[in-house]
């Protein structure tokens, strides 16, 4: 059990962010929802996959985020021809010291920025597998630990193009979420040509917020107290998914945990050290979507894992909030014992 001092870290938190989500938004125009995701993921110790159509800013969001914070990235550019020791590294024959020496591949690096991550091979797509989850990568029988705080910003195109290799699904299970930037507005993307018509909007960014501040972000979003019917509606949400009629694989235990994590960021952006039902309903279409598998007949009826979840969500019964001696309900429980301590 650890204590915080709520008022100081969820300010600090609520400036930060504020700092780099207007960084970010003088880049990606008329998108804030998409850049409040991202900052969610990030302080939830999450990965984001970005999917769209070529053309509406996914690389643009990944670098821009990369850019506002003062942290190691690398990118990798992710074409048929990758191979997977291109991203984890590789250990070589030393001639004077005679002996192997391992060389860090991309994936070294506090935000890795994975462009078009569905055009590798399944093989190459794999390599990621371990750091993504384990924060680790093992090579020739050595673990090399990655830096903190650590994050996986991907970008694919639908599957349906040309050339793509759809993610398996243990690979999608590890990005925590999954957002759509979508085209902008007619007036965002007039600005946009105002703005960024001659130069790249990227080029004036600078770095608002550092390593150091984010570790510190997320510690303090670890301790948001989560109260136990939001955790059971957690998981009453993600155990209707194994058992819908239209889908032929649910959600997994680690899905679970990605939208209790996410829950978390999004009541500390809110400026709550407690988390609400609401936090958990806003964050099921991104964090469990992406994970599920339609069945056949519901691939003909033309019916998307976004619907089905958007009515998991509509049927599943809300923890009530009763009332207790001095008009305290479910928000006013957990907030009481939020600032009593911390922890799950």
């Given at each position: 059990?650890?204590?915080?001092?709520d008022?100081a870290d969820?300010?600090?938190?609520?400036a930060?962010?504020?700092?780099?989500?207007?960084?970010v938004?003088?880049?990606i125009?008329?998108?804030?929802?998409?850049?409040?995701?991202?900052?969610?993921?990030?302080?939830?110790?999450?990965?984001?996959?970005i999917e769209?159509?070529?053309?509406?800013?996914?690389?643009m969001?990944?670098?821009?985020l990369?850019?506002s914070?003062?942290?190691?990235v690398?990118?990798?550019q992710?074409?048929p021809d990758?191979l997977?020791?291109d991203?984890t590294?590789?250990?070589?024959w030393?001639?004077?010291?005679r002996?192997f020496e391992?060389?860090?591949?991309?994936?070294?690096?506090?935000?890795v920025?994975g462009d078009?991550?569905?055009?590798?091979?399944?093989k190459?797509?794999?390599?990621?597998?371990?750091s993504?989850?384990?924060?680790?990568?093992t090579?020739?029988?050595q673990?090399?630990e990655l830096?903190?705080?650590?994050m996986?910003?991907a970008?694919?195109?639908?599957?349906?193009m040309e050339?793509?290799?759809?993610?398996?699904?243990a690979?999608?299970d590890?990005f925590?979420a999954?957002?759509?930037?979508?085209?902008p507005?007619?007036e965002a993307?007039?600005?946009?040509?105002d703005?960024h018509?001659?130069?790249s909007?990227?080029d004036g960014?600078?770095p608002?917020?550092h390593?150091?501040?984010?570790?510190k972000l997320i510690?303090?979003?670890?301790?948001v107290?989560v109260a136990e019917?939001v955790?059971?509606?957690?998981?009453d949400?993600v155990?209707a998914?194994?058992?819908?009629?239209?889908l032929r694989l649910?959600?997994?235990?680690?899905?679970?945990?990605?939208?209790?994590?996410a829950?978390?960021?999004?009541?500390?952006?809110g400026?709550?050290d407690?988390?609400l039902?609401?936090?958990?309903?806003?964050?099921?279409?991104?964090?469990?979507?992406h994970?599920?598998?339609?069945?056949a007949?519901?691939q003909?009826?033309r019916r998307?894992?976004e619907?089905v979840?958007?009515?998991?969500?509509?049927q599943?019964?809300?923890p009530?909030?009763?009332q207790?001696?001095?008009g305290?309900?479910?928000?006013?429980?957990?907030?009481?014992?939020?600032?009593r301590?911390?922890g799950?």
């Amino acid at each position: 059990m650890t204590t915080y001092d709520d008022g100081a870290d969820l300010t600090d938190l609520t400036a930060t962010v504020e700092r780099v989500r207007a960084s970010v938004e003088k880049v990606i125009e008329g998108k804030p929802e998409a850049v409040r995701l991202a900052l969610t993921v990030l302080l939830a110790e999450g990965h984001l996959l970005i999917e769209d159509v070529p053309g509406v800013g996914k690389t643009m969001l990944a670098k821009a985020l990369a850019r506002s914070v003062d942290c190691s990235v690398r990118r990798i550019q992710f074409t048929p021809d990758l191979l997977p020791s291109d991203i984890t590294g590789v250990s070589v024959w030393d001639q004077q010291r005679r002996d192997f020496e391992f060389k860090p591949g991309a994936v070294f690096a506090q935000i890795v920025i994975g462009d078009e991550i569905n055009r590798a091979s399944p093989k190459t797509q794999s390599a990621l597998l371990e750091s993504m989850e384990e924060r680790q990568v093992t090579i020739d029988g050595q673990t090399y630990e990655l830096p903190s705080p650590f994050m996986v910003v991907a970008t694919q195109n639908p599957v349906e193009m040309e050339g793509t290799y759809p993610l398996p699904e243990a690979q999608r299970d590890r990005f925590m979420a999954r957002v759509s930037i979508g085209y902008p507005h007619p007036e965002a993307e007039l600005r946009m040509l105002d703005v960024h018509g001659g130069v790249s909007p990227l080029d004036g960014l600078r770095p608002v917020a550092h390593a150091h501040e984010v570790v510190k972000l997320i510690e303090a979003v670890r301790g948001v107290h989560v109260a136990e019917p939001v955790r059971r509606y957690a998981v009453d949400l993600v155990g209707a998914t194994r058992s819908h009629p239209d889908l032929r694989l649910g959600a997994s235990p680690r899905a679970t945990l990605h939208l209790l994590r996410a829950a978390k960021a999004a009541a500390a952006l809110g400026g709550r050290d407690y988390a609400l039902p609401d936090d958990v309903q806003a964050l099921a279409v991104p964090v469990l979507a992406h994970r599920l598998l339609p069945t056949a007949q519901a691939q003909l009826n033309r019916r998307t894992a976004e619907q089905v979840v958007q009515e998991i969500v509509q049927q599943t019964p809300v923890p009530a909030a009763p009332q207790q001696a001095g008009g305290l309900g479910l928000g006013g429980r957990m907030a009481q014992s939020g600032r009593r301590s911390r922890g799950l």
